[in-house]
């Protein structure tokens, strides 16, 4: 069985920087493609970062240049940098892992395993 689980949210100001980190028990990490996603309140979730087995990686306009998406396959752990961070920001982040065929990585419906989430809370 699959299990994600987040930790490194919080509360910053404007301009501050956050890690995030999703610890995955998945025996073929390796082969998995990882997200993460964020869902504000009364807001759709959204795709923010992604990254394939390969190690390409993807990222919603609205994060470019600021976030930084990294996957550790030795430790099974997936990372994001969160710099530059804007009020905008603010949601329950999730991370994300899925293992089949997708037409778009930062389509939710692609991914098949999700952790509880990790709030995050930029403030102006």
């Known amino acids: 069985q699959v299990q994600l689980v987040e930790s490194g949210g919080g509360s910053v100001q404007a301009g501050g920087s956050l890690r995030l980190s999703c610890a995955a028990s998945i025996y073929t990490y390796r082969t998995y493609y990882m997200g993460w996603f964020r869902q504000a309140p009364g807001k759709e979730r959204e795709g923010v970062a992604a990254?394939?087995?390969?190690?390409?990686?993807t990222y919603a306009d609205a994060v470019k240049g600021r976030f930084t998406i990294s996957k550790d396959n030795a430790k099974n752990t997936l990372y994001l940098q969160m710099n530059s961070l804007k009020p905008e920001d603010t949601a329950m982040y999730y991370c994300?892992?899925?293992?089949?065929?997708?037409?778009?990585?930062?389509?939710?419906?692609?991914?098949?395993?999700w952790g509880q989430g990790t709030q995050v809370t930029v403030s102006s």
């Open positions: 994300a892992a899925g293992s089949g065929a997708y037409y778009y990585i930062l389509d939710s419906r692609f991914f098949a395993y």
């Open positions: 990254v394939d087995s390969r190690g390409t990686t």
